[in-house]
């Protein structure tokens, strides 16, 4: 027989054993709730367990970020990047960027090898965003976004350069090349590159496509109500909160949308361009045609106010990209700093681009003769 004090030594020990078996069992509650599963017998090491964990934590903060979105957003099935798609290398040629452009890359393209001359007119751009992702990448890290992506020039340049691109194209032809541009790459490019057959705007209705190959953008579907068109447009605030993606650090954004780059940075008023995340993005290539604005129901004012305040709120440093020799020049030419700008030393780009910085003051002047005189200009920021 047992003595008193050995019976409840024995009593102490089960009750202990049972408080540790229901921590352990809340513990494993909470795990599975989060989505971490407890290691199996290939993967035992504690630090994948708690990378899991930590994972987990991060990934159930930035689902609950309130984007101020619509029952219209939220109703949509979830937007995920396309995945598989058919292989079609008889239309779609594999073509290699030019031999000016570092690291190289390729893309998918009906045109073929052709495309390397389109390609070149982007050297310019190419080099400013390698100097500024060399720059500022470790302070910005990887996460980079290509709204416009035509057939891929700017978005497997982005994952050359060891970025994951998140890239959004609205034209069937252009997708289905920006598609084979995952084949005809490495899987270490093709795996950084997400791709939405989607365009940005400012709400979230249904297009159709007007315009073809570099110059398409979207119209209202035929409809009227929003409900009708084969393309889906969305705000980014929307897609924010369908990717649940960590936006406190971007690296870089593109946006080339021909007439709707006003109402996309609108759209994103709650998640990429919030006021309080001043400076969260390291720089931004935009091509800016005020001409064009009302495609998306945006007049010259509005263009402006948002203009001033996404330089103001977002950049440390704003610049317009003057073309003064290669090809385009009328579009945007050295004529349109004249009586405008204040810098009248600009960095001069390759010999053939002025990098004109702009003053806050600067903007209506600015983009009001950009209007007159129907130019589209290239506009560089950066932190």
């Known amino acids: 027989l047992l003595s008193k004090k050995q019976r409840a030594q024995i009593k102490n020990k089960l009750r202990r054993q049972k408080i540790k078996g229901t921590l352990c069992c809340g513990i494993i509650v909470v795990l599975i709730v989060l989505g971490v599963f407890v290691p199996s017998k290939e993967d035992e090491s504690p630090s994948s367990f708690l990378n899991a964990l930590k994972f987990s934590l991060s990934t159930a903060s930035f689902s609950s970020i309130d984007y101020h979105v619509n029952r219209k957003c939220t109703d949509l099935p979830t937007i995920k990047p396309s995945g598989a798609f058919f292989l079609d290398t008889k239309s779609v040629k594999k073509a290699l960027s030019p031999d000016s452009v570092s690291p190289p890359f390729y893309i998918g393209s009906k045109f073929g090898n052709k495309v390397r001359d389109h390609m070149t007119t982007d050297d310019v751009h190419f080099k400013l965003i390698k100097r ?42 252009n997708f289905i090349s920006l598609q084979h541009g995952q084949y005809y ?44 068109g084969s393309i889906l447009g969305i705000s980014f605030d929307c897609f924010a909160h369908h990717s649940k993606l960590d936006l406190s650090n971007v690296a870089f954004v593109k946006i080339d949308v021909e007439g709707f780059e006003i109402a996309a940075i609108m759209g994103a008023s709650n998640s990429l361009f919030k006021k309080e995340n001043k400076n969260n993005i390291g720089g931004m290539l935009m091509e800016v045609g005020p001409d064009r604005w009302d495609r998306a129901n945006i007049d010259l004012d509005t263009g ?42 600009p960095e001069i780009l390759e010999g053939m681009v002025n990098k004109h910085k702009v003053q806050p003051h600067e903007w209506k002047p600015l983009l009001t003769k950009m209007k007159e005189n129907h130019y589209d200009c290239n506009f560089w920021y950066h932190n």
């Open 132 to 173: 500024l992702l060399k720059s500022k990448g470790k302070d910005y890290g990887r996460l980079t976004f290509d709204l416009g992506a035509n057939q891929g020039f700017f978005t497997y340049y982005l994952a050359a350069l060891g970025m994951d691109v998140h890239s959004f194209e609205i034209s069937h032809t």
């Open 304 to 345: 402006i106010k948002v203009m001033a305040n996404v330089s103001l709120n977002n950049f440390k440093n704003s610049f317009v990209l003057i073309r003064s020799a290669g090809s385009h020049v009328e579009t945007c030419p050295v004529s349109l700093a004249e009586g405008v700008l204040s810098d009248t030393k």
């Open 185 to 228: 790459n490495t899987k270490e490019i093709a795996d950084r590159v997400n791709l939405y057959p989607i365009g940005m705007d400012n709400k979230i209705s249904r297009f159709d496509l007007s315009g073809k190959n570099y110059d398409a953008f979207l119209k209202e579907g035929g409809g009227g109500d929003g409900n009708e």
